[in-house]
């Protein structure tokens, strides 16, 4: 495991099309900006986890496939958490 140092305001990429921004720094948490493409997936452990275990318990469910039968993600706007 790769462990970075950075301040609000301050980003770091991975690979050629995602940038990691910190937005803002708490006693107890940071907000993290992501930007890549659409076709990325990005998803926070424990919501993967939770898809994880709804795929295992009905393979069929929306949240286990996207339309194209790829697994599926969620892409995170500005502003959500």
Do not use: F, W, Y
């Amino acid at each position: 495991m790769l462990v970075v140092t950075r301040k609000a305001g301050e980003s770091i990429r991975i690979g050629d099309h995602v940038l990691v921004t910190v937005v803002k720094v708490t006693g107890a948490g940071v907000r993290l900006g992501v930007e890549a493409p659409r076709e990325t997936s990005v998803m926070r452990r424990e919501l993967q986890s939770a898809v994880d275990e709804s795929t295992a318990e009905n393979p069929a469910s929306p949240c286990a496939r996207s339309a194209d039968g790829s697994d599926a993600g969620q892409q995170v706007g500005e502003g959500e958490g």
